[in-house]
């Protein structure tokens, strides 16, 4: 079992900033690649960036390339997400998830756990 825990999200003006912070704790060892997903009000969960956990390149969903930035700290079992020039269109929940089995994987079913999410709300 992995448990996830986000934090970091709040509310900020249109090209403001916010880092996230997953916190995992558990079997971690068995973690294969750990990812941030969004959903917006009526919206399917959309893939936002996500990570090897033991090295690699980082890879991003097409909304946010160039603006945002994944990053992990094995010490700390803790994955960051900086997010820069925000837009009202960035507001959705945040979601944190580990993948077991894939290192490099958008799909939302390839993740095994999640944490509760946290809100990011970017005002016009």
């Known amino acids: 079992q992995v448990q996830l825990v986000e934090s970091g999200g709040g509310l900020v003006q249109a090209g403001g900033s916010l880092r996230l912070i997953c916190a995992a704790s558990?079997?971690?060892?068995?973690?294969?690649?750990m990812g941030w997903f969004r959903q917006a009000p009526g919206k399917a969960r959309e893939f936002v960036a996500a990570?090897?956990?033991?090295?690699?390149?980082?890879y991003y969903g097409n909304s946010v390339k160039g603006r945002f930035t994944i990053s992990r700290d094995m010490a700390k079992n803790t994955v960051y997400l900086q997010m820069n020039s925000l837009k009202p269109e960035d507001t959705a929940v945040y979601y944190c998830?580990?993948?077991?089995?894939?290192?490099?994987?958008?799909?939302?079913?390839?993740?095994?756990?999640w944490g509760q999410g946290t809100q990011v709300t970017v005002s016009s």
């Open positions: 998830g580990v993948s077991q089995q894939y290192i490099y994987t958008i799909r939302f079913n390839d993740y095994d756990y």
């Open positions: 558990g079997r971690t060892f068995n973690a294969a690649a």
């Open positions: 990570i090897s956990w033991r090295g690699g390149s980082p």
